[in-house]
């Protein structure tokens, strides 16, 4: 891995409107960029007919980058087909729920399509051939925010039922394990098995989902294997992992098993896509931060991520910096923008870039600039910052797709709310607390490095994360879980023992009755919450509790039911949540527990973000990030350097942080 | 039919994750619970393989069922077909408006394939043959909520072409009577119809959807004369009708004409969905009993309801007995849940059972078993409860489509009420009023015995039936219609004479216009209608009335055009309101004309709703059902005993009813 | 072209219940009405099965009309398909974005299909043969509301693959100008083409909506040269084009270029239909009448308006006579309802015509017969009003285009507002200035005779028209611009210069910057401004103007920064608008400009509004509308004559307007 922090773009040369490479790379080299990303989604570039091939393009920017000692990240080109590959094959498109995709858009094949791979493979090799001979080249992109493109094809549908019947064997198996007599849709032949897009069954069609998952766990492995043939020890393999999507990176990504998937990778990498501007928090790039360092539990790549993004999003003077070093303190080893010109023709072109259409030294290529300056000059310090939280926070692919077949809301009605909901509804509380955390997969088993273990809506749970957890609790772990946890086994059979399943024990609390709030608030007479709290989207009546009662729910028929408990169990302590509630009332409770269990925490809040870790160095560095437009001051805890700025700093001496200003402190452990 | 009102619930072995039929037995009988409804959707347990029979798990629940004394009700398990026949018959999937159903969830083939009835009619006949020896199955369903599932195959458009054949003889006389002319869709050839779903002809569209409902009729009369072949003549048949469904039971069925279909019966039976918790009102209890007390005009089974039903419908502790002698007092002969236990795989995983998930006695199965007490004791004073009301409201499938197609909306916009919004905005008022009400087809022709009937939104109506209602009201009835009634024929033509056609002498008004309200109140010097009584969804200037005003409009420019009118005719009255208004001004109205006429009201009001029958001792019942979180008191109108607490009671004693409470009167008549 | 205002109805005999034609026509002539409009959507009718003909009907309605005196305008009825037609070719249903539509409605066929040709060919030239004796028929309508209906069929894609050959030769070049490789899109062979349907690309896609509209132009100009063979010298040929509709006529037609189309005309033809009752504006009388003015720089006929119309637009007394009024005072040559009667069956039965369905002389016929008597006596004086505003506003196919696959919304995101959102805030606003515009299309290059030309939102703007502006502005025009204009080129490549393209001298301001307006006023030293003058939609960075700034941003980051300007260049002046703004805030601003460049504005303002235009006498007319539910006072600016009244008025006199009244005064120029 270089040892200077990334500081790069996506360069398209096929996408200029006229050819200006040279001067491109040298207001890059100008404002401090290092690297390009190139080739990701230009199949048809370099193979404009089937096996007519042309590289002239690549060769020029390989060239033309090292020249001017620009690194370069290569992308394989397979997530968009060329034309001609859909028509030969038609059956390549996708056939979704919602029918068979048409040509044009990225992301709308079946990986399962043997044609598919075939062509991919070529590609791919022809493609690595090329570059072979370049230094410049410091790493290899699978792919990109590889997901299985809701395949139902025959191909995908085969492999599906080859699975089940390597799973299960009978089909008697499979009907009981997953309640297929239910509405008559158990089989007694393999051949039976139906289309799985009409299923009505959670169990076979959440199985499913998972096998989708599997594909691309699958294709990024293989696309390493073939990878492996031509690369450089030294060339990073990573990939452009995305997030649930709602016109911003929002949550944990239903449609890919990234733990699973990243074991294909030398180091992690994502793209990370935010609100900017009034509505910049710093939320997205710490969870999303948070998620892509626990994929290799290590540092990973922004490999993508806004300059001036989608309409909407133009950085305030001092945003760009902020972003930019917001990501740094999450364990980023760089960012690379997403693109570097505004496009000119087709769908992104209000996606801007650090240029704008006009390819003038506009403000944010300015402020860009002088993101540049400080990565070349700080990278020694700031590369490689490993993150040592205390607290620990659990997704869960299957709960996932279990609270989207049984959301939080009426059966027929659309939910308000769903899983990513509730995991933010923990992390973004965490994160305005100033509380880091890691994200841990639900393949987890060993919890001991951590203080606190936060198990978030998990639903689908086996039995041994059970066991686990229990465990962790008895040795003296403080584990926080919430409403709709241990539910249900992992292929969405609901446990049908007492609830939650496997913990009544450990967390002193069951129910068996639960339902939505209608004008009920939560009451304690432990923790100070804040005045009408409100119970949002989900209550479980918790009954005859050895726990001690935190909030009660407080409403005519369901008052005084015990709403949030906490047990001791062994050494340790777990705290059930039985309800969604107000944001500021879980921050009130977690800061109740944490206090207690001596989780240290900063006496700032957010607007005033704190992010730690230990440098290359072994120093602790230290950043504060000024999420606001008000002005906010802080002390420094001990003596130190502020990095920025190039200043020592004495203990307690107060800083100042303009508007969206960020510091770095270096300091001895 | 049994003396015992019927207690029971849905028990589906097959739903089961592990045996323990003898331990549900065992707490049924402990909870009073005397019935059990098996085999409905389970075609694939008794079929697992086309022409393979497997009835093993059917004998054990007849058999078990048997020991304990617990009655069963078999149901044909037609409406769900297994994998292997839609493998079978692609085309067996209901061809819809929307296209070709996936295989997966129930009621979603086409009933008119040859196919389907042969497949159908081999397991009825298998299933009967196993039933045909146990004593304990006293009735049977035929198949379930059965509809047409929108089906536009070609069997069902080559039967459909052939009724309009028979009823019209001629393109010619088609095309006049649906003017077809209309963008140039006349046919001269009957083999130039086209497929129904592209029509924007309301007359031919909707006699589809009247040939749609009356496949539901030939498919349960198909049934009955199957299972004529096999059945006891004291087990009953009955089907279980479902409701136009909002997440919840609504309004009249759109897609079958119940009452025609109701022939096949020995009894009607229906399910019954409601909110519960704070939004529980008894409102559909009470319009759902109407409707299915009125297909046989007798007693009926509630086949299905919710004991915790969808998220958020946990009753308060209390509720689920209100709603079971609620069901009563309309006029049930007993009560089914759906289902036994929470089901732990599939689509209705969370619309909960009698049990939970745990199978516990929890506290919804401790409260069914009060009632389960009062079904035993009380029977034979409150089974075969006959009602005597003097108010009729008529329904009318033809009308509901013909507001579907005309809402009252503009053309292209989404209406906000439809026909079922109408009807429960006037069934829903008489509720409140403690106004009970029989509710008639409109194939009805004799209203003799009724004191005033209610004829909302009567939009298409045949010339047979506004003869009968003018002669209805010249011999001394009195009728409430309302605006869009009598405006065109059953085939959707509009009549095109002044309107409301065929009644304007008997209403004693006419008009040619009407518009949407905006901004319109309602006025009268007459009624003591509530402040601002809005006028809401239509309004119909009536011109130069004959009639007495009751109510003109508010506004600059239609001030003080008549709204609602009466007028004597022969020797009854009848009363039009021209506009939909607020539901306060209905009742203001209502209370008025009832008031005059004679109409015996009780002095209560929603929330305390008071429902009352003769018993088969000739008795009279009085319900007292308080639907609300207070108190309520009320006066014993007369000596007699109060069931429930085997009190009796003097006349003029105050009697209190505690939250959700209720209280049942036996008094001499 | 006739000496009469034309006051007509749509008449199809084909939909009467009954005959009833002889009392129609009566009625008819009783009221004033001098014309029907038959024939246009009655294919099946004349061609009840493939080539078997049968007019009888048609010679009836000649007859007959001619017999009363009524003037016929024969409409060919290709826009509705007979049912035999589509069975015959089932690929004749047009294959759109969302499928092939089903048989059923009108204008869902596909006009590149040969069989629809050679079938409507037949039926033009045999009605056209029928119609050919007839003195009564004064001209003829081809086809009606011509659209492509969204065809994408094989036929379709052929035509357009041999105009991109055409357009671009190579395929590279394709590549280039539409940018294709974005996502791999490109193509080395013109097989390759991908079906447009699923592109990602607006290049591609919006040239392809071009293509569609160019259907139309083509379809027009055939039908007009087969009814050259027939037509006699003085029968007009006109066309009924329709607005964008938004269940009411709202805005430029986006599917068919009207300007280019209506060169197959004599005289330019369209449909409006407008809210009415409370929502009774005039603003699309106007706009639309502006736009029909437009096409051909000439008077026009409105085909059809409203009697009744939609539920909900029944006209207050007074309305229906402000209507028709208003309509000649935007430059109609008269106007025809549709339609005389209300139909009986099929999807427009509420859309209520001249008569209600009980077919009598209700109060909308007696208020039309008032009409109809004006008409007759005024035609000489009010026929051929020629209008002569200072003011045009340009419109753009375009720009529409552009703005639909770039709208003002986050990508992904649904926008508020679209292209004739913009568009309809400059002229509405303009219109309750009672400042009158011409509407120009984007292919005119001479604005010499205008004081002021408007050009917003002139998203694609090619490299003539832009020289054409500057050009104006040099020679002393003055131009009102806005956001988002002149920023790609015609097929939507974005200009990678200094924007506003070609145009930052001109307007002295240049920008790279825009973002979405959260929180944003305008602010102005220099225009009275109302308060808190809300920023909208969309709000550009205008830098280092040269310009004089009119307004600025009021906002924490981006507070201070020019939002309009105004710019001297040559002796003309160029105004530029960043952004869009509350429609008072705009009224203000254009007030101060008009004031400033001596544009004549009344005093008066909506809702009186005033237009005015030349009689063939050479007389200044001078219409008054009211459009309010208040009296409206004025003062005559000169001598002259009230012609309604038929009242000379003297200078100054005051002239007292009912609620929803008119005047209109005749005075030398």
Redesign the interface.
């Given at each position: 891995m270089s040892e200077q922090l990334i500081y790069g773009t996506a360069y398209?040369y096929?996408?200029l409107?006229?050819d200006r490479m040279e001067e491109d790379f040298r207001m890059m080299t100008k404002a401090g960029f290092n690297t390009i990303r190139i080739a990701e989604?230009?199949?048809?570039?370099w193979e404009?007919?089937d096996g007519?091939f042309d590289f002239t393009y690549l060769h020029r920017v390989l060239k033309a980058a090292g020249n001017h000692g620009l690194s370069v990240i290569v992308g394989t080109?397979t997530y968009?087909?060329?034309?001609?590959l859909?028509?030969k094959y038609p059956d390549i498109l996708s056939d979704t729920h919602s029918g068979r995709?048409?040509?044009?858009?990225?992301q709308?094949f079946d990986m399962t399509h043997p044609g598919y791979r075939f062509h991919a493979e070529r590609i791919i090799r022809r493609l690595l051939e090329e570059v072979k001979g370049y230094d410049c080249v410091i790493g290899f992109q699978l792919d990109n925010e590889t997901k299985p493109y809701d395949t139902c094809s025959e191909y995908a549908q085969k492999l599906f039922k080859e699975h089940l019947i390597e799973q299960y064997g009978t089909t008697d198996a499979l009907n009981d394990k997953?309640?297929?007599?239910?509405?008559?849709?158990?089989?007694?032949?393999w051949?039976?098995?139906?289309?799985v897009?009409?299923?009505?069954?959670?169990?076979f069609g959440g199985e499913y989902e998972a096998f989708q998952r599997s594909i691309v766990t699958e294709f990024l492995s293989w696309q390493r294997n073939i990878l492996e043939e031509y690369r450089q020890p030294d060339q990073f393999v990573t990939h452009n992992f995305d997030f649930e999507w709602r016109?911003y990176s929002y949550g944990f990504q239903p449609e890919a098993e990234q733990f699973e998937a990243s074991k294909a990778l030398t180091i992690a990498g994502c793209d990370i896509y935010h609100p900017s501007?009034?509505a910049l928090t710093g939320a997205e790039i710490s969870f999303c931060g948070a998620n892509a360092y626990g994929l290799k539990k290590s540092n990973y790549l922004v490999l993508e991520t806004e300059a001036?993004g989608?309409?909407?999003?133009?950085p305030?003077?001092g945003q760009l910096r902020l972003q930019a070093f917001a990501q740094l303190a999450s364990g980023a080893e760089g960012i690379s923008y997403w693109h570097w010109h505004?496009?000119?023709?087709?769908?992104?072109?209000?996606?801007k870039g650090v240029l704008?259409?006009?390819?003038?030294e506009?403000?944010?290529y300015q402020e860009a600039a002088t993101i540049g300056k400080d990565f070349q000059r700080l990278s020694g310090k700031l590369i490689h910052l490993k993150k040592k939280n205390r607290i620990a926070i659990m997704v869960s692919s299957r709960s996932q797709t279990g609270l989207r077949w049984?959301p939080?809301?009426?059966?027929?009605?659309k939910p308000d709310h769903d899983y990513n909901d509730y995991l933010r509804w923990i992390c973004d509380t965490c994160y305005r607390m100033n509380a880091e955390y890691d994200i841990l997969n639900d393949t987890e088993r060993d919890f001991s490095k951590y203080d606190v273990l936060i198990l978030p809506v998990l639903y689908a749970a086996e039995e041994e994360l059970i066991e686990a957890v229990r465990r962790y609790v008895e040795n003296g772990g403080k584990i926080i879980t919430t409403f709709k946890s241990f539910f249900a086994d992992p292929v969405?059979?609901?446990?049908?023992?007492?609830?939650p399943h496997g913990l009544t024990k450990c967390l002193g609390v069951h129910y068996?009755?639960?339902?939505?709030p209608?004008?009920v608030e939560l009451k304690s007479s432990v923790i100070s919450l804040p005045e009408h709290c409100a119970v949002t989207d989900w209550m479980e009546?918790l009954e005859d509790p050895d726990a001690e009662v935190l909030c009660t729910y407080d409403h005519?028929?369901w008052g005084g039911i015990p709403a949030v408990t906490r047990n001791t169990y062994g050494n340790g302590q777990a705290v059930y949540l039985g309800c969604c509630f107000d944001a500021a009332g879980l921050e009130a409770v977690l800061a109740c527990l944490f206090r207690e269990w001596g989780v240290f925490l900063p006496d700032s809040h957010y607007p005033l973000i704190i992010k730690k870790g230990i440098s290359r160095e072994g120093k602790l560095i230290t950043y504060y990030l000024n999420f606001s437009?008000e002005e906010q001051k802080f002390r420094s805890p001990c003596e130190g350097t502020e990095l920025l700025q190039e200043e020592s700093v004495s203990r307690d001496q107060e800083l100042v942080l303009p508007p969206w200003g960020v510091k770095i402190l270096e300091t001895d452990i």
């Open positions: 398209y096929e996408y409107p006229m989604s230009t199949w048809s570039t404009p007919q007519v080109p968009a087909i060329p034309s001609w859909a028509k995709c048409r040509y044009g858009a990225r709308n997953m309640g297929l007599a239910y509405w008559s849709n158990s089989i007694a032949d051949d039976d098995l139906p289309d897009r009409g299923t009505i069954n959670a169990s016109l501007e009034h001036q989608n309409f909407g999003w133009l305030y003077p505004s496009i000119h023709n087709a769908v992104e072109s209000y996606w704008s259409h006009d390819f003038s506009g403000a944010v049984f939080t809301a009426q059966q027929g009605a969405l059979k609901i446990y049908h023992d007492t609830q068996d009755r639960f339902t939505r209608v004008d009546l005519p028929a437009r």
